[in-house]
């Protein structure tokens, strides 16, 4: 069974730093494009970052591009993502997802290109 489990999240001050996990279960992650996405009450979701497979492409949506790393262990099957300086505007639900392959640049800010999903972890900027 394909799974997705996010962890790291929590209460931090402004200018704190984070770092999410993306643990997954029931299939090997070194195959698979990692994205994470976020959420905040009454928003859409948007893409934040994606790691792809084979290739190591990463990308940054431009509001964190600077201050979030997104990193993989395939050791671990885990993906990571280092956030760095962080806002009030960063508050939100973090999800991580998964499809085989190869992201472009041009669709990782796009949720339906994924298959699999974690449950999310909250993430509040806030002093």
């Known amino acids: 069974q394909v799974q997705l489990v996010e962890s790291g999240g929590g209460l931090v001050q402004p200018g704190g730093s984070l770092r999410l996990s993306c643990a997954a279960s029931?299939?090997?992650?070194?195959?698979?494009?990692i994205g994470w996405f976020r959420q905040a009450p009454g928003k859409e979701r948007e893409g934040v970052s994606c790691i792809s497979s084979s290739d190591g492409s990463i990308y940054y949506a431009d509001s964190v591009k600077g201050r979030f790393t997104i990193s993989r262990d395939n050791a671990k099957n885990t993906v990571y993502l280092q956030m760095n300086s962080l806002k009030p505007e960063d508050t939100a639900v973090y999800y991580c997802?998964?499809?085989?392959?190869?992201?472009?640049?041009?669709?990782?800010?796009?949720?339906?290109?994924?298959?699999?999903w974690g449950q999310g972890t909250q993430v509040t900027v806030s002093s």
């Open positions: 029931g299939f090997t992650l070194d195959y698979y494009a």
């Open positions: 997802a998964a499809v085989p392959g190869v992201v472009a640049v041009d669709e990782f800010e796009t949720s339906r290109r994924y298959d699999y």
